[in-house]
Structures are given as structure tokens and as C-alpha cells.
């Protein structure tokens, strides 16, 4: 592991992060991994995120085409560079070297116009890609590629008889590519050398490559490049370290952070040395949201100097931040009894932090978890903008991690984009095998910060808590768990970032944890913490409540309502009366009385229940007495009698039917005549209506009453002579009525000629006052009854001589 530990004893991560409250936010879960590489080594891996929202991943590799490699090496280590998509998806790679040894130490930038610079060191002279012959033993070599096509667009070699490394690389405001890193060489134009070790800036030509200017700096001792930012005015911030006693600040041990800013024509504006007794060197920086830096490295300085915290163990993960001058405002020392450095930073809008790094830390300091393996593992917590611990969290497969790298976070989402090295197989976190047994290869995942809405929730009596997280994966699962390990809940999966977890029925107070399970590949599921949620169960309230009695009429007649009674009913607590399919019949109050509910009038056998809420809790129970009702058979009983004997002075006989189950029968005429029995004789004594009302009840005590209008008439009798003889003894022709009042007789003879029309009585003349002839003539007989009803008859009869 001589490469990837190279700048570190391996590499992890360290993030700080607050996008969301302090209390709410958990830790970073990963939400997919990916891993490129070939059959050898893959290492110094840095990474951008790229203008089509992909991103670059540079290595040096000294693999050929095998694994994700699909160039050949052309001698040693060679430059290799990996292009994905936002999803870290491989689109292409490229490589690029010689016949000697190549390191692509400063990784890439991608210029203003699309296409992409690299730069690193070489050992080669003009061999396979390199155009240039070499200078010393190793030689800074920038080159830059066409984004379409991967074309060399040109290519420069710096440095000059020493060693010359670059460590870093950015484009500056001005529109042109700094190189940083440092320069044993004591030969290069216009420059002495000031140490064993001289810090070295060089300014290039974006366009064509040709060198602006070149520098050196530092003092008799080690100072190197270590990280760069572009400033405002067209040069460059530095964060690097140094071992000079003979800078214009005082040292404050053997190697102290170094930072300090220059102009466009690399002049320095300001300066500032950071440190304790011991060993202290940048590794990673940021600009942050109020203009100022955040440096982060290596320290195994106790208090002394800048730091006012002790050492935690062999190496600790140090913070510093600066205003925009880099004068120190506050400084963390972070870390475990191992060895654990920060390599990387990224400073978010809201003044929070992502740090990066590695840990062999097991519980210890303020590390909270144990090395996963006895290698080196990813660490990465959050940090607030005045430097508080908030959160933290590991990652490792079976071998070291390392060269950690943050090339973009989505704050709108809560996504990390992370890349590195790594020497693990398959499991654990990582999903796919190694390219190269146990060489190291190039991993990029992205991880993603989970919200809990609370972490502490209400459950209702023997009823499931909901647990709401935002931010959830599809490609993720989740679980609920109990301490003793046991589940809590469903598998469930997120829909639009949003998770409602569903825990089983609570019974007491607990503590759930939030688990999210993705396949590794292995055969295993990858379990990842993602919080824990506190969850208070129970209700006073409802649980004296669920004991009141119920009390209530189970049986009722049909069309009848049931009466449900609840003594002593608790106050502050509400309850309805739900029918079968669960609805709100009615809604009372507890009062500490008794509270009636009358159901609906009831046709058929009926199940009710009672349900109880607190309102101030919001918590519902049914209780658990069941409401049984049975309906009686409905009474389908009727009157029946014959109308053709509804008369005055005639006993009429009164009887029913279907009444099958009818044991009582109470008969009431006008109100004040009461006869008994199934069937019943009554004479009406007048004419008019009369009314019979009939009460019965069946074997279940119901009883139904029926109520009935009879109209009794007086009979009218009638009669007409069948042969009328005028001017004879017969005297009249006349219509013999009863009972009926202004009677009106009509004659007409057999042409339609009425010849009579008025009284009832006709001696036989015609209007003319002559007696008609013989023969065959027709009457109508109108009249009105006593009771006021209309009467009419009609027939024929003879006249004869």
C-alpha cells in the first residue's frame, strides 16, 4: 500500500454536516457504490464533479486492460483517468505516460471551455504519449485533453535537476491554471533555492500551456504544497505545512500549517502559521460561506502553541478556521487513541462543514465506534459553523481505505458524493469485487443525510407509532429494530424521499432504531444506521376510559332504537358510537356522568362499538366490549274484514292475518270499545267514519299498532214501477227512495227526447202537456245520500194503454 498511503497511513474521511437541525439530522447512509480498476494497482486518486454533472476520477495505475481498464499501460505507473455520470455510471476512461514511471498526484480541472488539464510528475523522457525530454529525476508534467475526443491539446514539463511533484491544482479567477507543490531542484531560472524542500507555484497559460510565472517558498527547512483555492484577484490561497524556523511568523513545532494567499503574479498578500509543540500538516481546505477557510489535516501536538486541546492519540484529525486574512478564529482537535487524519473538506452554504479522513481508532476519544477491520477505515461526523460534533459514522471493507475525496454535495438533497481508494473485496460496504485481488482499486459512492421528523414519538394504546424520515433512498430498504435486535417493523420503502415507518402495536415505552438494508452482493445485507427514535406509549386518559361498563339493550324490537348506557363516563375524553363499517354514528363528551347514545332504529341483527378519544393527545382506542344487538322478526299483521257488511245495526266480524307469533290482540272502536281476541264482531250503531285501532304483540314482547278509517253507510233503498199506465189508478210514475234528499227525475223517450225533467213524479204528458205515446222509456235518477255522498240510477221501462 506504498501509493495510497503515500501522503497519509491511509485514508478515510471525516465529515462534518448540519443541513438540517442539529437534533434531527442523522448520520450519512450509503445509497450506491461503484468501482473501476484493473489488475495491478490504482492509486493517488483524486476527483471533480464535471460541467454535465458527472464527475472525473484521476488515478496513476499501473494496470493494462483488465477490470474497467480499456487502454494498455504503457510503462510503469501511467495516468488514468475514469469519466462517470451523475449516478456513477462509467462513460470512458483515458491514459496517458511514458515508458518510465508517471503519478497523477494533482488530479484534473475542467477549464472554462469544456475541456480538461491534468497534471502530476514523470520520470519519462519522450516515450509513448510524452513529447518532452526530462529534466532531473522527476519532472512536473501538466497536459491538457480535449473533452469531446480525449486529444492531447498540448502538454509542458516543469521543474528542473531535483525532485518536482505536484500536489494540486486549480483554475484561477483570472482564467489561467496554477500548479502547487514542491521542488528539491536548485537549477530553475531566476530562482535560489531557499531549503532542502522549497514550496512551488507555477501559473499557466490555459490556452496554450506557456508558463506566466514560476516560484518558490518557504524557508531553510520542508515546506510543500498540500491543497489550493482560487481568489478573487486572479492568485491562489495555499494550504500546505512547514518545517522552517526562518519564516516571517515563528514556528511552533516541527511542522505547523501554512497557509497564506497571493496575487495574480503569485506575490503573497498574507500569511499565517497554525500549531502546536508536534507535527502539524494540512491535508485538506475549503472556502466558507462568510468569506473566511477551514483547514483540516494531521496532528499530534498536545496543547501548546495555537491548539488548546491535548492530543487524543497517535495522530488526531485537526481543525482550524480563519477569517479572510487567515487569522485564527477557532481551532478542534477530533480524533481517537489510532491514528486519524482529514483529507478532505467541503464547506456548505449554511456555514456548516464536511471533513474527511482515516481512522485505525477503535472506541476512544471521540471516536464512538470500533475499527471495522485491523486496517484502515473510513470515519467521517459533522461539524456546526463554530466547530461542534454533531454526528459520525464509519465505512470500510475488509482491507485500508483511503485518499478520500468530496468532490460535491447536494445540500438540496442532503446527497455527498464521495471517492477513494480501496484494497477490500467485496462486503461490507462495498458491493463489488477487487479488480485486483488485493491491489487497490478506485471506489466513488454516493451517501445521503436522513432527517427524522422526531426522534420522539407518541403511540397510542396497543396501536403502531408512525416514524417519518425524509430523505429516504429507493434504492434503499428500511426497518425498524428493537435493542435485543428483534424487528419492529415491515420492510418498507421510501416514495419521493419520504418514509413512513410503521412500527408493530406498542405496548410500552421503547427505543426503535431506524435501519437501511441493501444487498452487498455477497450473499449479506449491509445494515446501516440511520437514527434512533424514542417512543413513549401509553394514555392515562384512555386507559381508564377502556374500563368504563357498557351497558345496553342487546335485543330490540324491529324498527325499534337500542339504548347504550356508560356509567360514570370519564372526563376530558370523547366518545362515538361506530357502527359496523367503522362510522361516526354519535359523539359525546365524558363528564364524569352517565352518557346515553340511542342508536338508529334497527331493521336487522347489529354491531356496534364505542370508540374513545383524547383529543389533547390525539389517541383513539375501541373499546373492547363488542356491541351485540339482535332484531325481533318484523310484525307483518293486518285488519280484515268484509265491506259489504259495514251497516248500521249488523254485526260486523273483525279478523287478522299473518300474525304468526302473535299472542295478545286488544281491539279499540272509536276510541273507548275495547275487545280482546284474534277475531271480533262490532255493530256500528251510526253512519260516518269510525276508527279501529288493533295492538298486537308477538312472544318478544313487541307490540305493533295499527290504525284503521272505515266509512259505515246507510243503505238506500230504491225501486221504479216496471210498466206505468197513465191516467190510471198507478197515478204517478215515480222512484221509491230511502235515506237520500233532492231527488231528480229524467225521462227520455227512445228517440233521446227527454220528455220530463224535475220532480219525481211524471203523470205521462210530454212538455206539450200531451200524453205520449206507447212504449219503451228510459230514466235517471239523481240524488245526494244523508251522509252527503252522491246517488244516481238509471233503467227503462213501458208505457202502456
Not at 462513460?91 to 477549464?111: I, R
Not at 492568485?235 to 505547523?256: E, M, Q, W
Not at 485564527?328 to 464547506?347: F, R
Not at 285488519?639 to 248500521?648: C, E, G, V, W
Request: with cysteine.
Amino acid at each position: 500500500m506504498n501509493k495510497l498511503a503515500q501522503k497519509a497511513i491511509s485514508a478515510s474521511f471525516v465529515l462534518f454536516f448540519s443541513l438540517f437541525s442539529v437534533a434531527q439530522t442523522q448520520k450519512p447512509i450509503k445509497i450506491w457504490d461503484n468501482r473501476y480498476g484493473g489488475s495491478l494497482r490504482d492509486t493517488d486518486i483524486n476527483s471533480i464533479r464535471t460541467a454535465d454533472n458527472g464527475f472525473l476520477i484521476t488515478s496513476s495505475s499501473l494496470s493494462g486492460i483488465s477490470g474497467t481498464k480499456t487502454s494498455p499501460n504503457v510503462g510503469n505507473d501511467d495516468w488514468w483517468v475514469v469519466k462517470t455520470d451523475a449516478q456513477g455510471n462509467f462513460q470512458w476512461d483515458f491514459s496517458f505516460g511514458g515508458t518510465n514511471e508517471e503519478g497523477l498526484h494533482a488530479g484534473a480541472v475542467q477549464t472554462a471551455d469544456g475541456n480538461y488539464v491534468l497534471a502530476g510528475r514523470t520520470r519519462s523522457g519522450i516515450s509513448g504519449d510524452i513529447t518532452s525530454s526530462g529534466r532531473g529525476k522527476d519532472d512536473i508534467l501538466v497536459v491538457k485533453i480535449s473533452a469531446a475526443d480525449r486529444s492531447i491539446l498540448w502538454q509542458v514539463r516543469l521543474g528542473g535537476n531535483g525532485a518536482d511533484w505536484a500536489y494540486d491544482m486549480v483554475e484561477t479567477n483570472d482564467g489561467q491554471i496554477v500548479i502547487g507543490g514542491y521542488t528539491q531542484s536548485t537549477n530553475l531560472s531566476g530562482i535560489e533555492p531557499k531549503g532542502s524542500l522549497d514550496l512551488y507555484l507555477a501559473k499557466l497559460n490555459a490556452s496554450s500551456g506557456d508558463v506566466i510565472w514560476e516560484r518558490t517558498y518557504g524557508g531553510s527547512g520542508f515546506e510543500s504544497v498540500d491543497k489550493l483555492l482560487p481568489n478573487e484577484v486572479g492568485g491562489v490561497v495555499v494550504g500546505a505545512y512547514s518545517a522552517s524556523t526562518d519564516l516571517a511568523i515563528t514556528n511552533n513545532g516541527s511542522f505547523d500549517f501554512w497557509a497564506f494567499s497571493t496575487n495574480a503574479a503569485g506575490e503573497v498578500q498574507w500569511e499565517n502559521l497554525y500549531g502546536g509543540s508536534g507535527l502539524d500538516a494540512i491535508r485538506s481546505m475549503a472556502k466558507t460561506d462568510d468569506g473566511g477557510y477551514i483547514f483540516s489535516g494531521q496532528s499530534n501536538s498536545n496543547a501548546s502553541g495555537d491548539k488548546t486541546e491535548n492530543s487524543n492519540g497517535l495522530d488526531d484529525v485537526w481543525i482550524v478556521k480563519t477569517d479572510n486574512l487567515g487569522n485564527l478564529i477557532w481551532e478542534k482537535t477530533i480524533g481517537g487513541a489510532g491514528y486519524d487524519w482529514g483529507q478532505a473538506t467541503y464547506a456548505l452554504s449554511d456555514g456548516s462543514f464536511i471533513v474527511g479522513g482515516f481512522s485505525n481508532s477503535n472506541i476512544s476519544g471521540d471516536k464512538l465506534s470500533s475499527n471495522l477491520n485491523e486496517s484502515l477505515d473510513i470515519w467521517f461526523f459533522g461539524l456546526t459553523a463554530d466547530g461542534v460534533l454533531t454526528w459520525q459514522a464509519d465505512f470500510a471493507g475488509n482491507g485500508s481505505e483511503g485518499e478520500l475525496n468530496i468532490p460535491y454535495v447536494d445540500e438540496l438533497n442532503g446527497d455527498i458524493y464521495l471517492s477513494g481508494g480501496t484494497q477490500s473485496g467485496l462486503g461490507s460496504y462495498l458491493s463489488t469485487p477487487n479488480f485486483g485481488g488485493s491491489k487497490t482499486d478506485l471506489w466513488f459512492a454516493k451517501y445521503r443525510l436522513h432527517e427524522l421528523e422526531k426522534t420522539t414519538v407518541s403511540a397510542c394504546p396497543g396501536q403502531s407509532a408512525v416514524i417519518i424520515v425524509d430523505g429516504g433512498s429507493d434504492l434503499l430498504e428500511y426497518q425498524l429494530q428493537n435493542a435485543d435486535g428483534s424487528y419492529q417493523s415491515d420492510v418498507m420503502q421510501a416514495e419521493s424521499g419520504l418514509l413512513e415507518l410503521a412500527t408493530f402495536p406498542i405496548v410500552s415505552d421503547t427505543t426503535l432504531f431506524i435501519y437501511a438494508l441493501s444487498d452487498i452482493g455477497d450473499g449479506n445485507d449491509l445494515r446501516q444506521l440511520v437514527g434512533e427514535v424514542s417512543v413513549v406509549a401509553g394514555d392515562e386518559l384512555l386507559s381508564a376510559a377502556v374500563n368504563n361498563e357498557i351497558v345496553y339493550a342487546d335485543q330490540v324490537c324491529y324498527n325499534r332504537k337500542s339504548k347504550i348506557e356508560i356509567p360514570n363516563s370519564t372526563l376530558g375524553v370523547t366518545y362515538r358510537l361506530l357502527n359496523d363499517n367503522n362510522e361516526v354514528l354519535k359523539s359525546k363528551e365524558g363528564n364524569g356522568e352517565d352518557l346515553v347514545f340511542r342508536t338508529p332504529k334497527l331493521i336487522s341483527d347489529s354491531v356496534f362499538r364505542i370508540e374513545i378519544l383524547n383529543t389533547a393527545s390525539g389517541c383513539t382506542v375501541i373499546h373492547p366490549n363488542e356491541i351485540l344487538v339482535s332484531v325481533s322478526d318484523k310484525i307483518k299483521t293486518k285488519i280484515s274484514f268484509d265491506r259489504q257488511s259495514l251497516n248500521i245495526g249488523s254485526p260486523v266480524t273483525f279478523q287478522t292475518i299473518n300474525d304468526e307469533g302473535i299472542v295478545s290482540w286488544d281491539w279499540t272502536f272509536n276510541k273507548k270499545e275495547k275487545i280482546s281476541g284474534p277475531t271480533v264482531d262490532f255493530t256500528f250503531k251510526r253512519t260516518g267514519i269510525h276508527w279501529i285501532t288493533l295492538k298486537v304483540e308477538n312472544a318478544s314482547g313487541c307490540t305493533k299498532e295499527i290504525r284503521k278509517k272505515i266509512l259505515v253507510k246507510r243503505k238506500i233503498f230504491f225501486g221504479v214501477p216496471g210498466v206505468f199506465w197513465p191516467c190510471s189508478s198507478q197515478g204517478v210514475f215515480k222512484a221509491k227512495l230511502k235515506h237520500v234528499k233532492k231527488v231528480k227525475l229524467v225521462i227520455v223517450d227512445r228517440y233521446g227526447k227527454v220528455v220530463h225533467a224535475g220532480k219525481n213524479e211524471w203523470h205521462g204528458f210530454n212538455k206539450r202537456k200531451r200524453l205520449v205515446p206507447a212504449g219503451r222509456y228510459f230514466y235517471q235518477v239523481m240524488a245526494t245520500t244523508v251522509d252527503g255522498k252522491p246517488f244516481q240510477k238509471r233503467g227503462s221501462f213501458l208505457v202502456s194503454y
